[in-house]
């Protein structure tokens, strides 16, 4: 049986709720890997909570035209709006901005010899995909996210 991890993640952090637009503190989101196993399919819970990645073009919402909201996968937390989705040509969905700075927390990522900002959910530390420098006005971000760490909710 493994452990959770309560080193990493605080007591309370304050989530913001996009349909709301209010703050709330809240608790992490904390499970053991075979509690998160038992809620996710294979494919979310190898991307959101081992760090690893979809293949290009294969995700559910790279071609995602519709309006709504993104969600984290494991906890639900809003993540990302479709104002700002747009094409990045890359095959991953990628967005300009995130629903509020709040709601993610940035980790510096050094693994395959790379240098990138990985982007984890800040409620429950999942595995979204990295932030580059290279996206459109206004932010110059492009936040390329795996469609497997996200669920997308049609408004």
Not at 97 to 104: D, F, K, Q, Y
Request: one cysteine or more.
């Amino acid at each position: 049986m493994d452990k959770k991890n309560t080193s990493r993640l605080p007591e309370k952090i304050l989530i913001y709720h996009a349909d709301s637009k209010t703050v709330e503190d809240l608790a992490p989101v904390e499970k053991t890997d075979d509690e998160w196993r038992a809620l996710l399919t294979s494919e979310q819970f190898e991307v959101a909570r081992k760090q690893g990645t979809e293949y290009a073009f294969t995700g559910k919402y790279h071609d995602c035209k519709a309006h709504g909201i993104y969600r984290c996968a494991c906890c639900g937390t809003d993540l990302f709006l479709s104002e700002t989705k747009f094409d990045s040509g890359t095959g991953w969905p990628s967005f300009f901005a995130p629903v509020s700075p709040l709601n993610v927390r940035f980790v510096t990522d050094t693994s395959n010899g790379m240098r990138r900002t990985e982007i984890r959910c800040a409620r429950c530390g999942a595995h979204l995909g990295h932030v580059f420098d290279d996206g459109p006005l206004p932010s110059g971000k492009r936040y390329c996210m795996n469609s497997a760490a996200l669920v997308f909710e049609k408004q």
